[in-house]
Each structure stands twice: as structure tokens, then as C-alpha cells.
């Protein structure tokens, strides 16, 4: 039999998932009659006929038999005198078929053929997990970690196709073992080298609104509606919902009875803090919302140029700010306001205060901005709060703070 078995001879068509067989037998047709036209020229009487569930092709030549003498177009035409040496039963005007050996083509045609078989399959693979992907833009995939390098993480999907888990897309807490399924989100498909890489994100607003999609069944339902969410990975999230049912409140409905439905969400992002609030359209009590845990005392607000200053009781700044100063960064990404906080003006005592840059010779500049940060400027605002207190709300050491706290207090002595 004059035919070529795909499955050995191409190795490439064997392997091909996710690609549906009309298309690869176009492809294969395509390929072989290339070939053909390489050869004669032409492939206008040949058929290319492709078994896909055996793997086999055949090449059949179509040509019609003439008088001796009478072929025009040897292409299209065989003598009569040639067709009976095939079959003696032929007449002349019946159309031969001729069923071609693929080898008489030579070695270098076939391996030629076999390398642009490989190369169009290899194409075909790519757009297949170019359109896979790019579908499934911000939708959560499991993925098994197959390498764990310093910048990145391979994983593997369920087809084992590869996708990389970027150093920046990780949750800084983030650690993985090959081996173990791990949940991100797609967040964007790129091509490099002119092949498709596929860029997941544990990091992403997406991620956690996802999350939340799959715990809360009325975010699913369309019953609860996630307006914003603005992260500071590991840290702190916060989330703005609205309900579209009167009955229904969204906040109670996204955290759950006793915290069971946000519990899962917050161990899978590492124990972020999600402080979930309910949206409004006064920006008053939005930014009032957005600064939780803290209790806002009063605002002023400009509109025009987006912007809030907000007073606070003094126990109150350092829980408006938050550690680090995520609470309030993510406060003002949330209401798209620049929010300065202050200290409320309280009622006035004959107390002699200091202001904490006068100490800049005796206290490290670094150790004063960070007291400041936290809402505490003055020498009685340091004081006022316990060593606990302040070591759990800066990221000064507690020697550090006792030696400044020695410092103010002797201050407040010789003053005295």
C-alpha cells in the first residue's frame, strides 16, 4: 500500500491535543499538497486524503486516458498505451486513478514536509492556548507548581500546558512546594520569542473578587455587586459592595455568620485584612467607611480638587493611618480622594507640650518620622501611649522606644 502512517512518521500529530481533527486534516492537506506542487507543479488532479483515526494519508493522481499521441496535458492526461500497463482493462475516456508512494517524493521532500507539518501543528497549538487563555482573562485556575525559581513559578495546568506565576504577581507571604495545587488568576496573555506565555497573579484586585465569587452566592447570583476593590497584598484589602435586593446586606452577606464565608478568603490571601464596606454615593460617608477601623471625628471636603481633610481623635490617627500607612493609601485609592488626617483640636489644658523635631539632636530623624506616622508629633502624644502600644503600632524596636520615651520624660522633668 503507497501510503505514509502519520503516527510514526510524524511525531508532532501523535502529540497534538485540543485541536479538533477537521483542522488538522486541512493542515495536512495543505502541507502535502504543497509538496505536490513542488513537484509537478500543479495539484489540480491530486487528492489528498487524510484518515485521522488511523493516522494514514494517501495521495491519489486523477488522469484521464487518450488516444496515443493525443495527450495535450500529461498532468490531467495519460496514453492509452501507458494506462493498459497499469490495468489492461482501461479504455480510453475512462479516468485513471492512481494511488502515488509517497517515498518516490525522495528524503529531502519528506523531511521538508515533516518540518512544516511540525511548524503549522506547532502554530496551531499556540492559537489554541492563545484563544484557551485570553477567554479566560480574570477567571481562577488551579495549576500544579512544577519549578520554583527566585523570579517566578512554573506551573502546570490540567493539559500541562505552562504558565509562569511572576515574583511580583505573588503574595509576599507566598511560599510553594513542587507538587502542590496552587489558585491564581489569569492575568494577561503575552507573546515572547513568538510564543504564548501565560502570566497568572496572585496579587490581583481580580484574585480576591473571584474569591469572593465563589464563597458569597449572592456576588454569584448578581444579587450583590463588588463596585471596587484596591489591595496592598498580604497587608490589607478593602472591598466596596452594594446590594441590588433591599433585604439582602451585602456586608453581613460577604463575611458571613461569624466571619465563615471571608475566614477561607482571608488564609488563602496569607491572613490579609479584608475590611469589607458598603458603597454610597456620598463621598462623605465613603471616605468615613474607607478609613475603618478608625472613628472619624468631622471632615472637610473640596470636591473639585479631590481632596478630604479629615480629623480624628488623637487614639484614633495612628488606626486612620494603619501600619506602614496601607490604611490610608488604601482609603484614598478606594475613594479616589487625597485624604490628609489631623489630630482634633481638643480641650485646651495648661499642659506644656514639646513638638518632636525639637528633639532631632538628642532622637534619630528616621525613629521621629516614624512616631509621626502613627500620629504621634508631640513629646505627651509618645507618652500618652503605652511601650506595647507603640511597638505594635510602629516598627520600632522596644529598646528604641524606651530610650526615646527616658528621653521625653526627662524633658518634661527638668521643665518641671
Known amino acids: 500500500m503507497a501510503s505514509i502512517n502519520l503516527i510514526e512518521a510524524f511525531q508532532e500529530f501523535r502529540d497534538v491535543e485540543n485541536i479538533d481533527r477537521p483542522t488538522l486534516m486541512k493542515v495536512v492537506e495543505d502541507v502535502f499538497k504543497t509538496l505536490l506542487r513542488k513537484r509537478f507543479g500543479s495539484d489540480d488532479n491530486f487528492d489528498v486524503i487524510v484518515n485521522a483515526e488511523k493516522g494514514d494519508l494517501e495521495i491519489i493522481r486523477r488522469r484521464e486516458i487518450v488516444e496515443d499521441g493525443e495527450v495535450l496535458n500529461p498532468l490531467a492526461e495519460i496514453a492509452y498505451s501507458d494506462a493498459i500497463k497499469i490495468e489492461p482493462d482501461f479504455e480510453v475516456g475512462e479516468e485513471l486513478y492512481q494511488e502515488m508512494n509517497i517515498y518516490d517524493f525522495g528524503r529531502r521532500a519528506i523531511l521538508a514536509a515533516k518540518q512544516t507539518l511540525a511548524s503549522r501543528i ?3 497549538k499556540k492559537n489554541v492556548l492563545v484563544k484557551k487563555y485570553g477567554d479566560r482573562m480574570g477567571e ?12 517566578e513559578v512554573l506551573l502546570l495546568d490540567e493539559d500541562g500546558n505552562e504558565l509562569i506565576l511572576p515574583k511580583s504577581e505573588q ?4 511560599y510553594f512546594k513542587k507538587g502542590e495545587n496552587i489558585r491564581a488568576v489569569v492575568r494577561r496573555v503575552d507573546m515572547k520569542n513568538n ?8 496579587t490581583a484586585p481580580e484574585f480576591l ?24 497584598p498580604g497587608e490589607r ?12 446586606d451585602p456586608v ?4 458571613g455568620m461569624k466571619g465563615s464565608r471571608i475566614h477561607g478568603i482571608v488564609r488563602e490571601l496569607k491572613n490579609e485584612n479584608i475590611d469589607v464596606i458598603n458603597y454610597t454615593n456620598n463621598i462623605q460617608l465613603l471616605i468615613q467607611r474607607s478609613l475603618t477601623p478608625s472613628k472619624i471625628s468631622y471632615m472637610n471636603i473640596d470636591q473639585e480638587k479631590k481632596h478630604a481633610e479629615v480629623y480624628l481623635k488623637s487614639d484614633q490617627v495612628s488606626l486612620a493611618i494603619g501600619r506602614r500607612g496601607v490604611n490610608i493609601k488604601l482609603a484614598c485609592e478606594l475613594t479616589g480622594f487625597e485624604i490628609d488626617v489631623y489630630r482634633e ?5 495648661n499642659e506644656f507640650d514639646i513638638d518632636l523635631d525639637e528633639f532631632s539632636d538628642e532622637i534619630e530623624t528616621w525613629v521621629i518620622d516614624e512616631l509621626k506616622r502613627v500620629g504621634c508629633d508631640t513629646a505627651r502624644s509618645v507618652l500618652d501611649l503605652s511601650t506595647e502600644e507603640l511597638e505594635r503600632r510602629t516598627d520600632l524596636e522596644k529598646e528604641t522606644i524606651d530610650e526615646v520615651r527616658k528621653v521625653l520624660q526627662a524633658e518634661f522633668e527638668r521643665e518641671d
Open 122 to 124: 506547532n502554530d496551531l
Open 140 to 151: 481562577i485556575i488551579s495549576a500544579e507548581v512544577y519549578q520554583v525559581w527566585k523570579k
Open 171 to 174: 503574595i509576599p507571604q507566598d
Open 195 to 202: 510564543t504564548p506565555v501565560i502570566i497568572l497573579s496572585r
Open 209 to 232: 473578587a473571584k474569591l469572593l465569587e465563589i464563597e458569597v452566592p449572592e456576588i454569584f447570583d448578581g444579587l450583590i455587586a463588588i463596585k471596587k476593590i484596591v489591595r496592598e
Open 237 to 248: 484589602a478593602k472591598v466596596a459592595v452594594e446590594s441590588y435586593d433591599d433585604r439582602i
Open 252 to 255: 453581613g452577606a460577604c463575611v
Open 345 to 349: 483640636e481638643e480641650e485646651q489644658t
